[in-house]
């Protein structure tokens, strides 16, 4: 008699898995979208996805062997390169939270499309296998993505979050043309357009 998985029943493994497949749809759709939009968007399905994965019950495998994967070497390039066409010169930031940190004091530069590709792979793995609706590979690929989600994707995801919301709020070109328009006089600057308001 073979094991059966109840977690997979589990309110939060549903919304996780609802979160997750529209977060590939999301991303593999992309290539179409202008980059505010794009951002706009991440914004606000990656603080979702993390949420749900941490909201995920404790699974353990049940089954011999880890279930096949479907992100091939040429999908996960493909992907990355139309994310980093969208995000041009966008794409680079300088990641302080790296491990190497600790042997060198110069900022590392990482890329926000290699990130999202690296959380898509994880995450397309997992959907993958979670919609051949077998009750055994639909546990394991969940236990799975959630080791790797403590391991490495979550820790992506928080800094690419950080890169994101970077590139929405402090680096738009209008704003750094109003920011040159300053009359100062002192501790008197008066820039103009350059508002904080929604």
């Not at 997979?8 to 996780?16: A, C, K, L, S």
């Not at 529209?22 to 399905?45: G, N, P």
């Not at 993958?128 to 490495?152: H, P, R, W």
Request: proline share 2%; with cysteine; aromatic share 10%.
């Amino acid at each position: 008699m073979k094991k059966e998985s109840q977690v997979i029943f589990d309110r939060n493994v549903v919304e996780f898995v609802t979160v997750a497949a529209e977060f590939c749809k999301f991303l593999e759709q992309a290539e179409t979208m202008r980059r505010d939009t794009f951002v706009d968007t991440s914004l606000k399905i990656l603080p979702l996805l993390y949420l749900k994965a941490a909201m995920l019950p404790e699974t353990e495998m049940i089954g011999d062997e880890a279930p096949e994967s479907f992100v091939t070497e040429e999908t996960y390039e493909v992907l990355r390169i139309n994310l980093s066409d969208i995000l041009a010169e966008k794409d680079d930031y300088l990641d302080v939270f790296i491990q190497d940190m600790v042997y060198s004091d110069q900022p590392i530069k990482k890329n926000i499309s290699e990130d999202l590709a690296d959380i898509y792979q994880a995450i397309k793995d997992f959907i993958f296998v979670f919609q051949l609706g077998l009750n055994e590979t639909m546990n394991d690929s969940l236990a799975i993505c959630q080791e790797q989600f403590k391991e490495y994707w979550g820790q992506r995801l928080v800094n690419t979050l950080r890169a994101l919301h970077d590139v929405k709020y402090y680096q738009s070109d209008e704003e750094d043309e109003m920011e040159d328009e300053c009359d100062c006089d002192d501790d008197d600057c008066h820039c103009h357009g350059h508002h904080h308001h929604e």
